[in-house]
């Protein structure tokens, strides 16, 4: 009969096994979500290996990067072009700022990205996958999935939060009330073959 001390440590060496997996998966695969299964997945920036692995994983035709051009040093761009073209993926350079306007003539790159069924299967993603990505994807949302933009930011995950940081709602309810409606009617019919699989 095994004693209960061996018991003991054999279930704190388990729960410490789990421990360290679960932390290993979240570095590795930092804040990585299916938003639309088979169209619209997300994720903090990733180390090259993970991006190759999730294209092949997932079959993505796009990666999406939303952070300024340089951020976090040139050599990690440098690789991040590099896994994303031998993985046989497009990389789409995309810069959304902190801070943006929901009118900002930016965005229109980011619907028109959304617009083109080439474009998916697609991982989104900035520096966290937290701010700039929700934005992006709630865009995605509310112009092609005819969604508000709380229902938006209620089917993506707070990664841990109580709720999505100010800047992402502000950003989101602006949006809705101010340009979705206008961009909805302007790209009526673009993803009628991608609805159907929604």
Not at 38 to 63: K, N
Not at 106 to 134: S, W
Request: charged share 25%.
């Amino acid at each position: 009969m095994i004693s209960t001390p061996v018991i003991i440590a054999l279930l704190s060496v388990t729960a410490l096994a789990i421990a360290g997996i679960l932390v290993y998966r979240h570095k590795r695969y930092k804040h990585f979500a299916v938003h639309q299964e088979g169209l619209v997945y997300r994720s903090a920036w990733l180390r090259p290996d993970v991006f190759s692995e999730l294209i092949e994983r997932h079959q993505f035709r796009t990666i999406v990067n939303l952070c300024k051009p340089g951020e976090l040093g040139e050599d990690r761009w440098n690789k991040q072009r590099v896994a994303v073209t031998n993985a046989g993926c497009r990389l789409v350079e995309l810069n959304m700022p902190f801070e943006i306007e929901p009118d900002d003539t930016k965005l229109e790159q980011h619907v028109a990205h959304f617009a083109d069924p080439n474009n998916y299967p697609m991982l989104i993603h900035c520096q966290h996958g937290v701010t700039r990505t929700a934005k992006s994807i709630a865009i995605y949302d509310m112009v092609f999935r005819n969604m508000t933009g709380d229902q938006s930011l209620k089917s993506m995950p707070l990664f841990g939060r109580k709720w999505h940081n100010v800047n992402v709602t502000s950003f989101v309810a602006a949006f809705d009330e101010q340009v979705a409606e206008k961009w909805r009617q302007k790209m009526t019919g673009k993803l009628n073959r991608l609805k159907s699989a929604a």
